[in-house]
């Protein structure tokens, strides 16, 4: 049982404009979520991440939306540049004795065209 | 800035060998991970340590050990390779907070090939 869906597994978008990125998640428990980006050859790095209490969080370009009814969270990317051409992961994890681990998606491969 | 280094970016092993994959992060973090990264599966979890000489399964720890004796070192050891296990394999760390979750740190990964 996937407890973290990212159900595009590629997404191709223009320079300049906006890119979407989704995951959904089924476990009720999960209060955290993160997201990081991964260029080939190199390890994923961290790029945004959301708690529950909340349901928007921005930084610079990107912008995470949650919502929780839904059980599902969007990356947004405003404007899209070529060098964010990469694979994006979601990762969602629970506070309290499970704390510390992630559950990963599978990852959306991003191409941004010049 | 933290760094998570791993001993070896490829691997070349041959079936029925033991395998030891080393990872040392830098910023005296509590936890670290192992995973294995492959093709449409994402990342999955391996091995989990939240301290010194602790360790938890993760999803997928059939075929796999780890170590852990110091808090920067984590060791994730194969011991009897299989080809099914050729894989990218990536070792990441993060602080331990009181049932809270920090974002991991990623070494750059090691790809391991078992013949």
């Known amino acids: 049982d996937q407890q973290v869906k990212q159900n595009s597994p590629s997404l191709s978008v223009q320079e300049g404009r906006i890119s979407i990125l989704n995951c959904d998640y089924t476990n009720s428990m999960f209060d955290y979520f993160l997201w990081y980006k991964k260029y080939p050859a190199e390890g994923p790095t961290f790029l945004i991440s959301i708690s529950s209490i909340k ?60 | 800035d933290v760094k998570v280094t791993q001993s070896s970016r490829y691997l070349v092993k041959r079936t029925g060998e033991k395998v030891f994959l080393e990872c040392v992060q830098d910023m005296d973090h509590e936890n670290m991970f192992w995973y294995r990264q492959d093709p449409g599966l994402g990342l999955r979890l391996i091995y989990f340590s939240y301290d010194v000489k602790m360790k938890e399964k993760g999803d997928i720890p059939e075929g796999y050990s780890v170590s852990r004796e110091k808090k920067e070192r984590f060791s994730l050891i194969l011991e009897s390779a299989s080809t099914n296990q050729t894989s990218m394999y990536l070792c990441a760390s993060s602080l331990r907070g009181q049932g809270l979750n920090y974002e991991q740190y990623f070494g750059p990964g090691t790809r391991l090939t078992v013949t």
Not at chain 1, 93 to 103: C, D, Q, R, V, Y
């Open chain 1, 55 to 114: 349901d928007k969080n921005e930084d610079g370009r990107f912008t995470v939306f949650l919502n929780k009814s839904a059980k599902h969270l969007s990356l947004h990317i405003v404007p899209s540049q070529p060098g964010d051409s990469a694979v994006y992961f979601c990762a969602a994890s629970a506070s309290g004795t499970n704390a510390g681990k992630s559950t990963f998606g599978d990852g959306t491969t991003l191409t941004v065209k010049p």
